[in-house]
């Protein structure tokens, strides 16, 4: 098993870190926002961004990412004229515990 720019070859298929997550904690549209995070947790991410990795409608986004602001998961950053910017709160335990379990997840399926 290898890894190739961020995809993993199973079997002669690839599979996406994120698919990877999906897979253990389900697919959910909160997983799924979650995973995207988790994936490019360095990056920052505006709404539409968020929609278009993931497929999850605006509305449901949009409450999902309100959510997770509320519960500091993520933090706004930057504000560009009316566009806002998240990305995942490092800092915090919760998502600390959160990256390395995706991490972990990630390393025992690259080593099977």
Do not use: W
Request: glycine share 8%; hydrophobic share 40%; net charge positive.
């Amino acid at each position: 098993m290898s890894f190739v720019g961020g995809l993993e070859i199973i079997g002669g298929t690839l599979m996406k870190r994120k698919d990877i997550f999906l897979d253990f904690v389900g697919k959910s549209p909160k997983s799924k926002i979650l995973g995207t995070l988790l994936i490019g947790r360095e990056e920052e991410y505006t709404l539409n961004d968020i929609i278009r990795a993931t497929n999850v409608n605006r509305q449901k986004a949009y409450k999902i990412l309100n959510d997770m602001v509320k519960k500091r998961i993520i933090i706004p950053s930057n504000k560009v004229k009316n566009i806002q910017f998240y990305k995942l709160s490092t800092d915090k335990d919760e998502v600390k515990l959160l990256i390395h379990l995706f991490d972990k997840l990630i390393g025992m399926r690259i080593n099977k």
